[in-house]
């Protein structure tokens, strides 16, 4: 199965900052791959599709690039409402997989 | 607007069987193309795919659930079916539904239910 592998675990950053996260997959899967974010004690929720689509409603600060193996997602000038964890997911083949998290704390 | 909700108890004792149903409203669970999957997230832990099932009946398992796992669907009702065996404590967790097509993202989610074994 595939496995993906995200940067950083955790990372403290201060508003208007740029965020990036990064999922490595550990093997080649096109650009099946979709980010979410999840706020404390909410599902989750879709931000970008297919590496780099964006998704309707959701901030043009976000954006993701990538293809084959590694995926970035981004945050331009971060907002005190970003505070989340970022999950990147897999859906090339089953079983689909989530990336373990990274857990965005704003100063 | 689709919305999926999770139900079914929140207390399971150990090796008993976890029990949980999605009901799905604003669209048809029969849509083509759409599939119906659970996720599950233990606490304070990151996203684990069930298993997903289409309209017509097929399905699809994690293989590290499958032996355990029986996903179904009731057309009449709008509504899909979680049922997991032998629950131990690891299988505590808050379980979402979900509606994606194949082999695409998992949108829109439920709200999650939170389901304990304990006994």
């Known amino acids: 199965e595939i496995v993906l592998t995200q940067s950083p675990d955790f990372q403290s950053v201060t508003p208007k900052e740029k965020v990036t996260i990064t999922c490595r997959a550990s093997?080649?899967?096109?650009?099946?791959l979709h980010w979410y974010q999840q706020k404390p004690d909410q599902s989750p929720k879709l931000l970008i599709k297919?590496?780099?689509q964006s998704i309707s409603g959701v901030p043009s600060r976000f954006s993701g690039s990538g293809s084959g193996t590694d995926f970035t997602l981004t945050i331009n000038s971060l907002e005190a409402e970003d505070a989340a964890a970022y999950y990147c997911h897999q859906s090339s083949s089953l079983p689909v997989l989530f990336g373990q998290g990274t857990k965005l704390e704003i100063k | 607007q689709l919305q999926l909700q999770e139900s079914g108890p929140g207390l399971v004792k150990p090796s008993e069987t976890l029990s949980l149903t999605c009901t799905v409203s604003?669209?048809?669970?029969?849509?083509?193309?759409?599939?119906w999957g659970w996720i599950r997230q233990p606490p304070g832990k990151g996203l684990e795919w069930i298993g997903s099932i289409y309209y017509s009946g097929s399905t699809y398992y994690n293989p590290s659930l499958k032996s355990r796992v029986t996903i179904s669907v009731d057309t009449s009702k709008n509504q899909f079916s979680l049922k997991l065996s032998s629950v131990t404590a690891a299988d505590t967790a808050v379980y979402y539904c979900a509606r994606h097509m194949w082999l695409a993202p998992f949108d829109p989610w439920g709200q999650g239910t939170l389901v304990t074994v304990s006994s």
């Open positions: 297919y590496a780099s």
């Open positions: 093997q080649s899967i096109g650009s099946s």
């Open positions: 604003g669209g048809s669970i029969s849509s083509s193309s759409y599939y």
